[in-house]
C-alpha cells in the first residue's frame, strides 16, 4: 500500500461517549422514573431521558442492537453522567480506519466534524479532509450490557439473553453531511472507498442533494477502484430506500448485520437454518442487487455473488478482527489476533457454512465465527471492525 491516499473512508465520525450499564443504577433509574412494564412501548421519538431508558430496556429485554436519533441532547448527557464512560472515535469509517491503520494500511477519512479529541485519537499515519468550517462536539451515546444483566424493580423483571450495543444520536454536523470541495479529488487516487453514515440524516431534501453531490465526486474513483457500502439503521428508516435507489449502481461491495437484514425482510430470521438464511439471502438480494452483497452476524460472515471466492481472504480478516475486538477491545496484541487465529469456529456455524454452500453452490462463501467465551466482552464497533478488516484485505489485494 503506497500511502494514506489509496483509500478513502468516509463519510463522517464522530466522538463516542462509551458506558457499560450496570443493574444498580439503571434500576435506580428506572425507580426515579417511575417506569412500570407495561410502559415498556418502544417510543416513536426519544425526546427526554425516561424515553431513553424505556427504550434501552426494551432491548435489553430481547438482547437487540440499535441506532436512534435523541430529539433532547441532554437526554444524553443526564443518562451519560450516571456512569463511568470512556470517549472513544466513532463511526463506521473512522473505527474501520484505525484498525486498518493497526494493520498496516494507512487512509484519508472524510470528516464532516472536528475537534480536540479526535485531532488527538486519531492514528498519526492517518490524513483527513473536514467539510466543517469550525471545531464541533456532538457526542454519541454507545450503551453496551452483557448477557446476564438482569434488571428486577417494581413489577421488572428483565434479563439480557445476548450482550449488544445501543447507539443513540443528536448530532447536527452528521445529520448534514457536508462534503468537501476536494472528495472528487481524493476519489480520483482511490484503489478503496467507503462509503457510510447517510443514515444520521434527516432531510429528505438534504440527503438528495448530499447523493447528488456524491455521485458527481464518484465519477473522478479510478475504474478499477472498490466501492464498499456499509449499511446502517436509518433514524428516518423510509430514507434507506433513497440511498440505495441513488448508489447501488456504483457499489461493488454492500455489508450490513443481522439487525439491517431483518429489518428489511419484515421478520426474524433463524441465522443458523440454512433453508431460512438462503431464502432470506435470496429477498434480500433481489431488493439490493449488488455484485457483491456481505452479510455479517454473531454466528458466521458471508458474500454473496457470481465471484464470491475472491472476497473469501477479506471475510476472514474481518471475522478474526471483529472477534479480536469482542475479546480485548481496543487494547490487542499481535500475540492475541496469533492466539484466536487458531482458535476453534463454532460448531453450529461450522455446520451451518456447510449446509447453506450444499444449498446455494459456489454463489456463496461463508466463514464461520469463532467459538468464545468471553465474560466482559467489546460489543460496540464490532461490525466497524469487521469492515475495516474486510478493506484491509481488499486494499492489500487491489495494491499487488
Given at each position: 500500500m503506497a500511502d494514506a491516499s489509496c483509500v478513502v473512508l468516509g463519510l463522517g465520525g464522530c466522538v463516542d461517549y462509551e458506558l457499560k450499564l450496570t443493574a444498580d443504577v439503571l434500576e435506580q433509574v428506572v425507580a426515579e422514573h417511575g417506569i412500570t412494564a407495561a410502559d415498556l412501548t418502544p417510543p416513536a421519538v426519544v425526546t427526554s431521558e425516561r424515553d431513553l431508558v424505556v427504550s434501552i430496556l426494551g432491548y435489553v429485554?430481547?438482547?437487540?442492537?440499535?441506532?436512534?436519533?435523541v430529539a433532547s441532547a441532554p437526554a444524553l448527557?443526564?443518562?451519560?453522567?450516571?456512569?463511568?464512560?470512556?470517549?472513544?472515535?466513532?463511526?463506521?469509517?473512522?473505527?474501520?480506519?484505525?484498525?486498518?491503520?493497526?494493520?498496516?494500511?494507512?487512509?484519508?477519512?472524510?470528516?464532516?466534524?472536528?475537534?480536540?479529541?479526535?485531532?488527538r485519537l486519531l492514528p498519526p499515519d492517518s490524513e483527513y479532509i473536514s467539510s466543517g468550517a469550525?471545531?464541533?462536539?456532538?457526542?454519541?451515546?454507545?450503551?453496551?450490557?452483557?448477557?446476564?444483566?438482569?434488571?428486577?424493580t417494581g413489577d421488572l423483571d428483565i434479563t439480557a439473553p445476548f450482550p449488544n450495543r445501543l447507539i443513540y444520536v443528536n448530532d447536527p454536523a452528521n445529520g448534514a453531511m457536508l462534503l468537501t470541495a476536494d472528495l472528487g479529488d481524493r476519489l480520483g487516487k482511490a484503489e478503496v472507498f467507503l462509503?457510510?453514515?447517510?443514515?444520521?440524516?434527516?432531510?429528505a431534501a438534504e440527503l438528495d442533494r448530499r447523493l447528488a453531490e456524491l455521485r458527481a465526486h464518484m465519477r473522478q474513483l479510478p475504474p478499477a477502484a472498490v466501492t464498499y457500502f456499509e449499511d446502517a439503521a436509518y433514524h428516518e428508516p423510509a430514507f434507506s430506500r433513497r440511498?440505495?435507489?441513488?448508489?447501488?449502481?456504483?457499489?461493488?461491495?454492500?455489508?450490513?448485520?443481522?439487525d439491517e437484514l431483518q429489518a428489511y425482510l419484515g421478520h426474524p430470521v433463524d441465522l443458523l437454518s440454512a433453508p431460512a438464511v438462503a431464502d432470506a439471502l435470496t429477498a434480500v438480494h433481489a431488493l439490493i442487487p449488488v455484485p457483491a452483497l456481505v452479510l455479517h452476524t454473531k454466528y458466521w460472515a458471508l458474500v454473496l455473488g457470481s465471484r464470491a471466492a475472491a472476497y473469501a481472504d477479506a471475510?476472514?480478516?474481518?471475522?478474526?478482527?471483529?472477534?479480536?475486538?469482542?475479546?480485548?477491545?481496543?487494547?490487542?496484541?499481535d500475540e492475541d489476533v496469533d492466539r484466536l487465529r487458531r482458535q476453534p469456529r463454532r460448531p453450529e456455524s461450522v455446520a451451518f457454512a456447510a449446509e447453506?454452500?450444499?444449498r446455494m453452490g459456489d454463489v456463496v462463501h461463508c466463514v464461520p465465527g469463532f467459538a468464545l467465551d468471553v465474560g466482559n466482552p467489546t460489543t460496540v464497533g464490532l461490525g466497524d471492525t469487521f469492515v475495516g478488516g474486510f478493506l484491509t484485505a481488499v486494499a492489500r489485494r487491489e495494491s499487488r
Open positions: 429485554a430481547r438482547g437487540g442492537g440499535g441506532e436512534h436519533y448527557e443526564s443518562f451519560a453522567a450516571r456512569f463511568p464512560y470512556r470517549p472513544a472515535l466513532g463511526g463506521t469509517s473512522v473505527r474501520a480506519g484505525i484498525l486498518m491503520s493497526r494493520l498496516g494500511v494507512p487512509s484519508t477519512l472524510h470528516l464532516v466534524s472536528v475537534n480536540d479529541t479526535v485531532r469550525e471545531d464541533t462536539f456532538y457526542p454519541h451515546l454507545i450503551v453496551q450490557y452483557d448477557r446476564g444483566l438482569r434488571i428486577r462509503i457510510s453514515g447517510f443514515n444520521a440524516m434527516r432531510s440511498v440505495r435507489d441513488a448508489l447501488l449502481d456504483r457499489i461493488d461491495v454492500y455489508g450490513l448485520n443481522e471475510l476472514d480478516t474481518g471475522t478474526l478482527m471483529a472477534a479480536t475486538r469482542y475479546c480485548h477491545g481496543d487494547d490487542f496484541t447453506l454452500s450444499r
